[in-house]
């Protein structure tokens, strides 16, 4: 007889040692009275009830039953335990059984009916030939009814598997439900775990039984449709989930059936946890590999840990069967647990462990695979946590402030560069929140960047190409999104095709989004405007790096220094204020000026252009070099120093250089009643009074150059402007300066005389049939000409008596990557310079590689080709760079090197060798004189082209020091190589440099600062564009991306009318109209004399870098000095930067020459070079038979 426990089990488990002694002690009575009386038996029988009662009592919070006479239960105390194992034996074994014998059937019956099956089937086929009209037999009716019962079947199947496929709605959630409600009866277990192992329950009072016995009906018939959908029985018989099924759901309905509770193998629904991956992925929750892996390792681990220690708990409570279950010892499932975690990781404390065979049969097996588990799956479950991205949560939207977006290029030069500019202290306060997404951690150097900015920087790892990560930076609410570029990459196209593809991962997540890109190719440009949703009217800008470099370099050329002014003006410096009186003073103080907008006042509403920049540059101290008009369509365009016909409207924006934000609040501010008395401009702040619209403003045009697309009539009664009378030059000044022959005439000849206006009806008569500019009329253009009609031996370029011109020492090969240099032709072909004074551009370097450039190149005159390599002397003397304008440096092998020291060593080497030429003042004239030699394009009868008369403008250079040179830099470093003589240190920013405040040196890296400009005010990006470009707009980008070249187009009054436009040129005040304020005098009378006389806008001084010193020197080197104040004290060496309207007279003195002569290659060194009003006399005595020969010269010159 077994011994066992009253009605509550003996052998339960949880209960303290008092529960098993009284178990015991019960135990011994009941098999005292075995041999007893009837009575005896049912007194001790009643015993025990009361017995068993008073044991239990306390645990009945337990949901543990008392045993009474209305919980019908053995009274014996017998186990029943291996009836709940046996009916989950019996379904298992049974339906196992079934599942064989089914197919051992099927499979004897397709053996025993194979041939007879072969025989009718040979049958039907023959009676189905034999049949002409092809009906059919009853027969064929059976096998349709057949054929209709199995696709009954299989649509139930087909239904089964949708149901438990998870593929609809709804078995997505019949999938989830199961998970939930496994883990709810896992739950349950846990409870009773508390309990005996078996005791009396009455279903009907027992709330955790119920919900037991609800969940397990729920899983049978989800164990139907499983098994209906099947495939293969027999393989879904064994699997995992259909074991956890037999285990389970069979005994919950024993146990209503006996009024028993056994925890026995519930614990095996531990091993549905397994499934937690699918079910994270069916609710999409889990979408990366190592999410997926590492739920996949955490679940199979945790469900075994589990899973093993519920047997523990099984045997180690209930004791061995053959030794009556007398060797059980009191263990919580929790302690087993325990047990189980340090058997696993090898520890072995020793304070619990198996007593029964059962339980330490099973720990040496577990031990085997556990450890194996343990040491194979936690390491891996650290490595995956531990790799988990740092950077990889979810950006939280601050209410009330924006946040942008910065992806691309992500390294410790460009964030600190960007942020540095963008993060100034100069901007207004900057509300805005930066989220840099890279796909790349960042290192410890760039970490350490983030967390100094952490109050405005945040970092997140991912890529902009993938919808999820833009999501988790929250793209569709950011207020734009910026793009760097790697401008150090060996394959530039690539890079833009990387940051194109940005754009369209960008777009096509949220069209509305503004996005700022770098581009290093201009012709990459154009693969933006195939982007439906690219909208520059919206915001979107491509800042291309190429273009603006080149554009950069190319200003240069027509004023050096200029590159430096503008660079600096477009980037946020803070000032450094140095006592000392040297050159270093006088530029850091310009330094400090950038460019801001700020709408006007309306004190302001009605004057003309000139009039409110006088009056902001005396009374304000502010510098206004723009402003943005909107015409009557409501189209806005940039109008650079427009002149004195245009009115200020209500509503203006201008733009402005200053120190800070805070100063150019004073435009918006002042008022003519509060303010006009006021000396201090720090004074002029926000006042009472009420702002008035002016009503008159339909006096004015609504179009600034409205009277241009009118009539000639019209033109002819246009009154000039009489609040502007322009001064007129003294006759002694008008001799000084030559006549003016190359400088602005006064408003108003300019303005209102017809003969003098571009479009009138003498120019398009001459014009009627020759195409001189493009179709946009913004650039000279000429019919493409081949490349071997440009190219100059040696001999020949030495034979030619070149002054005044460009050369372009370019390094590149065949395999080197375009740089464009249509970016930078194309600024010195802008059609508002007249044709005579376009500078001749000479390329000294590889032919394969000018071969490859050359095709964006041939509509441009003027322009030849030397073959040869920029470190030869001979290539260089032959193209007389002594007597050029300007020597540019470029390179296109730059970025093959890896050592960024040695990017830029044929530069700086081609640089340093032209530094050390010596020349000699005869060398060109006896060249000249000693050859009749002309060259194609180039006509020696012209005293343009004369030896004398270049000798003559020319100033002499006998050393290669003195030779202007703009040096391209990609390391920034690398600048303190170029100037032997300087003291800077290596560590000193590239601004501070010597090289780069001369304006002979220029690096890319000075337009990362055009970013964070454009963000804040996407004004600037065009007007920069428009200065340095020469003209380019979107419609001429749009053409370009069609061609690939600019179009030719006959000149019309819309065409020509473009010309009008300003330029930058340098004013020399060693002679002309402003030589008396060039010694000694103050700036602020030279601004606003040359702004009053000849509508130019003076911005800055190109100074002598000795000129402070009281002895002299011999040094020839300038510096660059931004905005000065109005009392800055001048010197007669000083050249003025200087926006000069477009010359209409110069046009017409020369109207023969410019028209019949298109494509002559002579250039004029004074007219060309600084664009200074005086010139010499020599101008005064040009020959009268020039016009005359112009018609011969056409036809020789139209080669080039």
Same mark, same amino acid.
């Given at each position: 007889m077994a011994n066992g426990g009253g009605g509550g089990g003996g052998g339960g488990g949880g209960g303290g040692s008092t529960l098993r002694m009284s178990s015991n002690i019960h135990a011994n009575l009941l098999s005292l009275d075995a041999s007893s009386s009837s009575s005896s038996s049912s007194s001790s029988s009643s015993s025990s009830s009361s017995s068993s009662s008073s044991v239990h009592e306390p645990k009945m919070d337990a949901l543990i039953?008392?045993?009474?006479?209305?919980?019908?239960?053995?009274?014996?105390?017998?186990?029943?335990?291996?009836?709940?194992?046996?009916?989950?034996?019996?379904? @298992? +074994?049974?339906?196992? &059984?079934?599942?064989?014998?089914?197919?051992?059937?099927?499979? %004897? /019956?397709?053996?025993?009916?194979?041939?007879?099956?072969?025989?009718?089937?040979?049958?039907?086929?023959?009676?189905?030939?034999?049949q002409a009209d092809g009906t059919l037999k009853p027969v064929d009716e059976k096998e349709e009814a057949v054929a209709a019962e199995v696709g009954w079947m299989t649509s139930v199947k087909d239904w089964a598997g949708v149901m438990i496929s998870a593929q609809t709605l709804t078995g997505r959630v019949l999938v989830v439900l199961v998970f939930a409600l496994s883990i709810g009866a896992l739950v349950i277990?846990?409870?009773?775990?508390?309990?005996?192992?078996?005791?009396?329950?009455?279903?009907?009072?027992?709330?955790?039984?119920?919900?037991?016995?609800?969940?397990?009906? @729920? +899983?049978?018939?989800? &164990?139907?449709?499983?098994?209906?959908?099947?495939?293969?029985? %027999? /393989?879904?018989?064994?699997?995992?989930?259909?074991?956890?099924?037999?285990?389970?759901v069979p005994p919950v309905f024993v146990?209503?059936?006996?009024?028993?509770?056994?925890?026995?193998?519930?614990?095996?629904?531990?091993l549905r946890l397994i499934q937690f991956s699918e079910i994270l992925q069916f609710l999409n929750i889990l979408k990366t590999s190592n999410s997926i892996k590492l739920v996949n390792l955490l679940s199979i681990f945790i469900s075994t840990w589990l899973t093993a220690?519920?047997?523990?708990?099984?045997?180690?409570?209930?004791?061995?069967?053959?030794?009556?279950?007398q060797n059980n010892q009191a263990l919580t499932y929790w302690e087993c647990v325990y047990l189980l975690m340090v058997t696993m990781s090898t520890v072995g404390y020793g304070d619990v462990y198996a007593k029964t065979t059962l339980g330490r049969l099973f720990m040496v097996f577990f031990i085997l695979g556990g450890l194996a588990m343990f040491a194979s799956y936690v390491p891996e479950i650290i490595e995956l946590i531990g790799n988990r991205k740092k950077y990889g949560g979810s950006y939280s939207a601050v209410s009330g402030r924006k946040h942008i977006v910065v992806c691309g290029h992500i390294t410790l030069e460009s964030v600190s560069n960007f942020l540095k500019d963008f993060l100034h202290k100069d901007r207004d306060d900057v509300n805005v929140e930066i989220v840099f997404l890279h796909n790349i951690s960042p290192n410890l150097e760039l970490e350490a960047l983030f967390k100094r900015h952490f109050t405005q920087v945040e970092f997140y790892q991912g890529s902009v190409l993938n919808p999820h990560d833009l999501a988790r930076v929250k793209i569709e609410s950011a207020d734009a999104c910026l793009i760097l570029a790697n401008k150090y990459c060996a394959d530039p196209d690539a890079e833009d095709a990387s940051n194109i593809m940005r754009v369209i991962s960008i777009k096509n997540y949220h069209p509305k989004i503004r996005i700022i890109t770098q581009m290093l190719q201009y012709h990459n440009k154009a693969h933006l405007l195939n982007i439906p949703s690219w909208n520059w009217k919206e915001g979107d800008d491509a800042i291309c790096l190429a273009e603006l470099k080149l554009g950069f370099i190319a200003q240069s050329c027509l004023a050096q220094g200029l590159s430096t002014m503008l660079a600096n003006l477009f980037s946020m410096r803070s000032f450094i204020k140095i006592e000392e009186d040297t050159w270093q003073k006088y530029y850091l103080e310009g330094v400090s000026n950038e460019m801001y907008t700020e709408y006007l006042s309306s004190a302001f509403v009605g004057l003309s252009f000139p009039t409110v920049c006088e009056l902001c540059f005396v009374k304000l101290k502010l510098l206004m070099i723009a402003i943005e008009y909107k015409s009557a369509n409501r189209e806005s365009r940039i109008l650079i120093n427009p002149g004195n016909h245009l009115k200020i409207q209500e509503g203006t924006l201008g733009f402005f250089i200053a120190s800070d934000a805070k100063e150019v609040k004073r435009a918006f501010f002042y008022c003519k009643a509060c303010h006009d008395d006021i000396t201090d401009p720090k004074r002029i702040k926000k006042c009472g009074c009420k702002r008035l619209k002016v009503g008159a403003r339909s006096r004015y045009p609504k179009d600034p150059f409205e009277f241009k697309n009118t009539t000639h009539s019209s033109r002819l009664v246009t009154e000039p402007v009489e609040d502007e009378q322009p001064s007129t030059l003294s006759p002694k000044k008008k001799q000084r300066n030559g006549g003016m022959r190359n400088s602005p005439s006064s408003p108003k000849l300019m303005r209102h005389d017809p003969l003098l206006i571009p479009g009138n009806d003498q120019i398009d008569n001459m014009d009627s049939n020759v195409k001189k500019y493009d179709s946009t009329g913004m650039f000279h253009w000429c019919a493409p000409k081949e490349i071997e009609k440009v190219i100059l031996t040696r001999s020949e370029a030495?034979?030619?008596?070149?002054?005044?011109?460009?050369?372009?020492?370019?390094?590149?090969?065949?395999?080197?990557?375009?740089?464009?240099?249509?970016?930078?032709?194309?600024?010195?072909?802008?059609?508002?310079?007249?044709?005579?004074?376009?500078?001749?551009?000479?390329?000294?370097?590889?032919?394969?590689?000018?071969?490859?450039?050359?095709?964006?190149?041939?509509?441009?005159?003027?322009?030849?080709?030397?073959?040869?390599?920029?470190?030869?002397?001979?290539?260089?003397?032959?193209?007389?760079?002594?007597?050029?304008?300007?020597?540019?440096?470029?390179?296109?092998?730059?970025?093959?090197?890896?050592?960024?020291?040695?990017?830029?060593?044929?530069?700086?080497?081609a640089s340093l060798n032209i530094k050390s030429m010596q020349f000699d003042d005869s060398i060109g004239v006896l060249q000249a004189n000693s050859q009749g030699f002309t060259p194609p394009g180039m006509d020696r009868s012209s005293p343009d082209n004369?030896?004398?008369?270049?000798?003559?403008?020319?100033?002499?250079?006998?050393?290669?020091?003195?030779?202007?040179?703009?040096?391209?830099?990609?390391n920034d470093t690398n600048v303190q190589f170029l100037d032997q003589d300087d003291d800077d240190d290596p560590d000193t920013e590239l601004y501070l440099t010597q090289p780069f405040a001369c304006g002979t040196a220029f690096a890319v890296s000075v337009l990362d600062s055009l970013m964070s400009a454009t963000y804040f005010n996407d004004n600037i990006l065009t007007l920069i564009r428009t200065l340095v470009t020469g003209g380019a707009t979107p419609e001429l980008e749009a053409l370009i991306a069609e061609e690939n070249a600019l179009r030719g187009g006959y000149s019309t009054p819309q065409t020509l009318a473009n010309r009008d436009r300003c330029r930058v040129a340098q004013l020399a005040l060693l002679d002309g109209p402003f030589a008396d304020l060039g010694d000694g005098g103050c700036y602020g009378d030279l601004f606003c004399k040359a702004l009053k006389t000849y509508n130019m806008l003076c911005f800055g001084i190109y100074r002598l870098r000795d000129a402070h010193l009281s002895t002299p020197s011999q040094c020839t080197k300038r510096y660059v000095i931004t905005n000065p104040p109005y009392e800055f004290e001048l010197v007669p060496t000083d050249l003025i930067f200087c926006l000069m309207q477009f010359d209409h007279n110069a046009g017409q003195s020369r109207a023969s020459l410019s028209h019949s002569s298109h494509s002559s290659q002579s250039s004029s060194k004074k007219s060309s070079s600084v664009h200074s009003i005086p010139s010499t006399a020599n101008r005064?005595?040009?020959?009268?038979?020039?016009?005359?020969?112009?018609?011969?010269?056409?036809?020789?010159?139209?080669?080039?």
């Amino acid at each position: 007889m077994a011994n066992g426990g009253g009605g509550g089990g003996g052998g339960g488990g949880g209960g303290g040692s008092t529960l098993r002694m009284s178990s015991n002690i019960h135990a011994n009575l009941l098999s005292l009275d075995a041999s007893s009386s009837s009575s005896s038996s049912s007194s001790s029988s009643s015993s025990s009830s009361s017995s068993s009662s008073s044991v239990h009592e306390p645990k009945m919070d337990a949901l543990i039953i008392p045993v009474t006479m209305e919980v019908p239960c053995d009274s014996r105390g017998q186990r029943m335990w291996w009836a709940f194992l046996a009916s989950s034996m019996v379904t @298992f +074994f049974g339906g196992l &059984f079934i599942i064989l014998l089914w197919r051992t059937l099927k499979y %004897l /019956w397709t053996v025993c009916c194979h041939c007879g099956g072969k025989t009718k089937e040979a049958q039907k086929i023959n009676n189905g030939s034999s049949q002409a009209d092809g009906t059919l037999k009853p027969v064929d009716e059976k096998e349709e009814a057949v054929a209709a019962e199995v696709g009954w079947m299989t649509s139930v199947k087909d239904w089964a598997g949708v149901m438990i496929s998870a593929q609809t709605l709804t078995g997505r959630v019949l999938v989830v439900l199961v998970f939930a409600l496994s883990i709810g009866a896992l739950v349950i277990y846990f409870i009773d775990s508390s309990n005996p192992i078996e005791s009396c329950q009455n279903f009907y009072k027992d709330f955790t039984l119920q919900i037991d016995m609800a969940f397990n009906v @729920f +899983f049978l018939l989800y &164990f139907g449709l499983r098994f209906i959908a099947a495939n293969d029985k %027999l /393989w879904f018989w064994l699997e995992v989930n259909s074991v956890v099924d037999f285990f389970t759901v069979p005994p919950v309905f024993v146990s209503v059936y006996l009024n028993r509770s056994w925890l026995g193998l519930r614990f095996l629904r531990a091993l549905r946890l397994i499934q937690f991956s699918e079910i994270l992925q069916f609710l999409n929750i889990l979408k990366t590999s190592n999410s997926i892996k590492l739920v996949n390792l955490l679940s199979i681990f945790i469900s075994t840990w589990l899973t093993a220690a519920g047997f523990i708990h099984l045997v180690e409570n209930s004791g061995d069967p053959w030794e009556n279950f007398q060797n059980n010892q009191a263990l919580t499932y929790w302690e087993c647990v325990y047990l189980l975690m340090v058997t696993m990781s090898t520890v072995g404390y020793g304070d619990v462990y198996a007593k029964t065979t059962l339980g330490r049969l099973f720990m040496v097996f577990f031990i085997l695979g556990g450890l194996a588990m343990f040491a194979s799956y936690v390491p891996e479950i650290i490595e995956l946590i531990g790799n988990r991205k740092k950077y990889g949560g979810s950006y939280s939207a601050v209410s009330g402030r924006k946040h942008i977006v910065v992806c691309g290029h992500i390294t410790l030069e460009s964030v600190s560069n960007f942020l540095k500019d963008f993060l100034h202290k100069d901007r207004d306060d900057v509300n805005v929140e930066i989220v840099f997404l890279h796909n790349i951690s960042p290192n410890l150097e760039l970490e350490a960047l983030f967390k100094r900015h952490f109050t405005q920087v945040e970092f997140y790892q991912g890529s902009v190409l993938n919808p999820h990560d833009l999501a988790r930076v929250k793209i569709e609410s950011a207020d734009a999104c910026l793009i760097l570029a790697n401008k150090y990459c060996a394959d530039p196209d690539a890079e833009d095709a990387s940051n194109i593809m940005r754009v369209i991962s960008i777009k096509n997540y949220h069209p509305k989004i503004r996005i700022i890109t770098q581009m290093l190719q201009y012709h990459n440009k154009a693969h933006l405007l195939n982007i439906p949703s690219w909208n520059w009217k919206e915001g979107d800008d491509a800042i291309c790096l190429a273009e603006l470099k080149l554009g950069f370099i190319a200003q240069s050329c027509l004023a050096q220094g200029l590159s430096t002014m503008l660079a600096n003006l477009f980037s946020m410096r803070s000032f450094i204020k140095i006592e000392e009186d040297t050159w270093q003073k006088y530029y850091l103080e310009g330094v400090s000026n950038e460019m801001y907008t700020e709408y006007l006042s309306s004190a302001f509403v009605g004057l003309s252009f000139p009039t409110v920049c006088e009056l902001c540059f005396v009374k304000l101290k502010l510098l206004m070099i723009a402003i943005e008009y909107k015409s009557a369509n409501r189209e806005s365009r940039i109008l650079i120093n427009p002149g004195n016909h245009l009115k200020i409207q209500e509503g203006t924006l201008g733009f402005f250089i200053a120190s800070d934000a805070k100063e150019v609040k004073r435009a918006f501010f002042y008022c003519k009643a509060c303010h006009d008395d006021i000396t201090d401009p720090k004074r002029i702040k926000k006042c009472g009074c009420k702002r008035l619209k002016v009503g008159a403003r339909s006096r004015y045009p609504k179009d600034p150059f409205e009277f241009k697309n009118t009539t000639h009539s019209s033109r002819l009664v246009t009154e000039p402007v009489e609040d502007e009378q322009p001064s007129t030059l003294s006759p002694k000044k008008k001799q000084r300066n030559g006549g003016m022959r190359n400088s602005p005439s006064s408003p108003k000849l300019m303005r209102h005389d017809p003969l003098l206006i571009p479009g009138n009806d003498q120019i398009d008569n001459m014009d009627s049939n020759v195409k001189k500019y493009d179709s946009t009329g913004m650039f000279h253009w000429c019919a493409p000409k081949e490349i071997e009609k440009v190219i100059l031996t040696r001999s020949e370029a030495a034979m030619t008596v070149l002054s005044g011109h460009v050369v372009v020492c370019i390094f590149g090969d065949v395999s080197s990557a375009l740089i464009g240099l249509r970016n930078l032709v194309m600024p010195l072909r802008a059609s508002n310079f007249h044709y005579h004074e376009l500078k001749h551009i000479v390329f000294v370097g590889s032919i394969e590689y000018l071969k490859r450039e050359w095709e964006t190149l041939h509509n441009f005159p003027k322009v030849s080709i030397l073959p040869g390599t920029p470190l030869s002397r001979a290539d260089l003397r032959a193209v007389n760079i002594n007597l050029c304008d300007m020597c540019v440096i470029l390179s296109a092998n730059q970025n093959n090197i890896d050592d960024t020291s040695l990017q830029d060593k044929e530069c700086i080497l081609a640089s340093l060798n032209i530094k050390s030429m010596q020349f000699d003042d005869s060398i060109g004239v006896l060249q000249a004189n000693s050859q009749g030699f002309t060259p194609p394009g180039m006509d020696r009868s012209s005293p343009d082209n004369s030896p004398v008369h270049g000798m003559l403008r020319q100033p002499s250079i006998t050393t290669g020091v003195n030779i202007p040179i703009i040096t391209e830099l990609v390391n920034d470093t690398n600048v303190q190589f170029l100037d032997q003589d300087d003291d800077d240190d290596p560590d000193t920013e590239l601004y501070l440099t010597q090289p780069f405040a001369c304006g002979t040196a220029f690096a890319v890296s000075v337009l990362d600062s055009l970013m964070s400009a454009t963000y804040f005010n996407d004004n600037i990006l065009t007007l920069i564009r428009t200065l340095v470009t020469g003209g380019a707009t979107p419609e001429l980008e749009a053409l370009i991306a069609e061609e690939n070249a600019l179009r030719g187009g006959y000149s019309t009054p819309q065409t020509l009318a473009n010309r009008d436009r300003c330029r930058v040129a340098q004013l020399a005040l060693l002679d002309g109209p402003f030589a008396d304020l060039g010694d000694g005098g103050c700036y602020g009378d030279l601004f606003c004399k040359a702004l009053k006389t000849y509508n130019m806008l003076c911005f800055g001084i190109y100074r002598l870098r000795d000129a402070h010193l009281s002895t002299p020197s011999q040094c020839t080197k300038r510096y660059v000095i931004t905005n000065p104040p109005y009392e800055f004290e001048l010197v007669p060496t000083d050249l003025i930067f200087c926006l000069m309207q477009f010359d209409h007279n110069a046009g017409q003195s020369r109207a023969s020459l410019s028209h019949s002569s298109h494509s002559s290659q002579s250039s004029s060194k004074k007219s060309s070079s600084v664009h200074s009003i005086p010139s010499t006399a020599n101008r005064q005595n040009r020959p009268k038979s020039r016009e005359s020969r112009d018609k011969q010269k056409y036809v020789q010159e139209e080669r080039l």
